[in-house]
């Protein structure tokens, strides 16, 4: 369905929401200050899916990398990227000429498909159908698509071994060198190593990824210089804050070890980068009541067999406990205990399970915890599914989608009054031709009918012809390529269909809390069947 302003900003907005906002988009105002409560800008609201009254969540969780942290694509990325094409060139017997290799961040997006065994990276819908699909960099044809996608008896489920999902802004880079890679392979098949067809490829651009990954070469880089991989945020200390005021508990899970987190966390917090030989402090815990890092999700949501150790920040020590209780070491009485200088109220602990945080935060019951994160998979999926933990995902792309969508809105009325004309037109066809079918006309009428009909079919190429201009432009306003994020043709793209499904909110960045009251109830806006849409108003 086509968007209308109201159904676009949800609950209880209006259209002065959209383009007008008294506290500016570089420096909002948070809700607990005097100036709060002010509008909000489109690109900053938090849109929900599933009713949720905050007075009856107690503790709200964060994941770290691209939710509390989000990096800068187009020097993460080129970042990561460089560093996985190294890898595959000195580990794993790549061509020299891989290194010669740019990066163009913004040509993949997230909620993408790649299929391992064809090479092939692809956009569907909803309901599984592929709308655009690319060979390498190649566009498939209509046919193409049709005849390797559409002819199944039984729809593919489009899931792994065989294909790969692209739903983290970490994946972007692998997409991209994935889809040059078969590009290469193509023109040069003799390049590659001995064996290697488009699924060994993808399994090699995995294993770098993983290589840079163990070897620790991104994170040093990022741990020298955050400020150049890190977007600042002015609202995450003030969110954290007010969060904490109004009672709730707050903790970080994040699969980062210790000594990263550390630096980040310290980055983000206290708003300014560290010198080489500088030691991070621990101020940024006070804003947390458990930090649990090297939680090994998606396991950290249903492996309870994970240990859980505690941390001691000043020297990263590893501390036996026993759920979450100190454990005294051999030949010893008493418990380890931390040193005095660091006796704050924040725990930092590494691994465990979910069973471990409940415990540690006193959580009675799983819908009492709102979790923020960024993947569908490792953050929202899991612990909704497994757990029902209440949900909000992050999608930082969703400020520039839903400003588009505002902009665009004269021309997707356009594209709706060129589909209802193609309709009108079609039927007027159809009615003449069955009449000529089956009803007694003289030559006369059978004559003007025909040309009536000639002149019509006429008339229909040219509205086609418009409609699929207007929509080829329309699809690329948002993305040359690959469209609109949530919208693949008419019907809502399958990363929409996974937002919809398992996050209870979601919203463009994580400090966009900081502009809600603590105690906001959301709500969701009504939901339209096809048969509602032109009846109700909107």
């Known amino acids: 369905m086509d968007y209308s302003p109201s159904t676009v900003l949800g609950d209880k907005a209006s259209q002065s929401h959209l383009m007008d906002s008294s506290n500016g988009g570089e420096n909002p105002c948070v809700w607990s200050s005097p100036e709060g409560g002010c509008k909000i800008d489109i690109g900053k609201q938090i849109f929900c899916n599933r009713s949720l009254n905050m007075r009856n969540i107690v503790a709200v969780g964060f994941d770290m990398d691209y939710t509390l942290a989000q990096y800068k694509p187009e020097t993460f990325e080129s970042l990561a990227y460089e560093g996985t094409t190294r890898k595959l060139v000195y580990d794993l017997g790549y061509p020299q000429e891989l290194l010669a290799w740019t990066f163009d961040w913004k040509y993949m997006v997230r909620g993408l498909v790649l299929d391992k065994k064809r090479g092939n990276i692809l956009k569907m819908d909803r309901h599984k159908y592929v709308k655009v699909a690319y060979h390498g960099f ?70 770098a990824v993983d290589l840079c990954h163990r070897d620790g070469t991104l994170k040093q880089m990022v741990a020298k210089d955050p400020k150049r991989y890190i977007n600042e945020d002015t609202s995450m200390v003030p969110m954290l804050k007010m969060l904490r005021d109004s009672g709730r508990s707050t903790f970080l899970v994040t699969n980062s070890l210790w000594d990263y987190t550390n630096i980040v966390m310290n980055f983000l917090c206290a708003s300014r980068t560290m010198d080489g030989g500088n030691t991070c402090n621990f101020d940024w815990l006070q804003y947390f009541d458990v930090v649990i890092t090297g939680s090994a999700k998606p396991g950290f949501f249903h492996d309870n067999r994970a240990n859980l150790f505690e941390v001691e920040p000043e020297s990263g020590m590893l501390l036996n406990t026993d759920n979450g209780t100190p454990m005294p070491r051999v030949g010893s009485t008493s418990p380890n205990v931390l040193p005095k200088g660091l006796n704050k109220s924040c725990r930092v602990f590494q691994g465990g399970s979910v069973g471990h945080l409940h415990k540690l935060l006193s959580i009675e019951s799983s819908s009492q915890v709102l979790y923020v994160g960024d993947h569908i998979y490792g953050d929202i999926l899991r612990s909704k599914k497994v757990l029902g933990w209440r949900t909000m995902l992050v999608v930082p792309e969703l400020e520039r989608e839903v400003e588009l969508l505002w902009e665009s809105r004269d021309m997707r009325k356009q594209l709706r009054m060129l589909r209802n004309e193609r309709d009108l037109i ?113």
């Open 138 to 207: 190649r566009e498939l044809s209509k046919e193409d698509k049709v005849g390797t996608y559409g002819n199944t008896l039984i729809r593919d489920s489009f899931d792994e071994p065989d294909y790969a999902l692209i739903d983290t802004l970490f994946s972007l880079a692998e997409a991209y060198l994935f889809a040059q890679l078969v590009d290469f392979k193509d023109n040069n098949p003799g390049k590659v190593p001995e064996g290697a067809d488009y699924s060994r490829m993808y399994k090699d651009v995995r294993a």
């Open 426 to 538: 079609e039927d007027h066809i159809h009615h003449m031709k069955w009449s000529l079918k089956f009803e007694s006309l003289d030559e006369d009428e059978k004559q003007k009918t025909t040309s009536a009909v000639h002149e019509l079919e006429s008339q229909k190429d040219q509205v086609r012809l418009s409609h699929q201009q207007a929509q080829r432009e329309c699809h690329q306003k948002f993305h040359k390529i690959w469209g609109q994020l949530m919208k693949t043709g008419y019907q809502n793209s399958r990363f929409a269909h996974q937002v919809e499904r398992f996050a209870c909110l979601y919203t463009s960045q994580v400090s966009n809390l900081s502009l809600y009251s603590p105690d906001k109830y959301y709500r969701p806006s009504e939901d339209f069947m096809p048969h509602e849409f032109h009846i109700l108003p909107l």
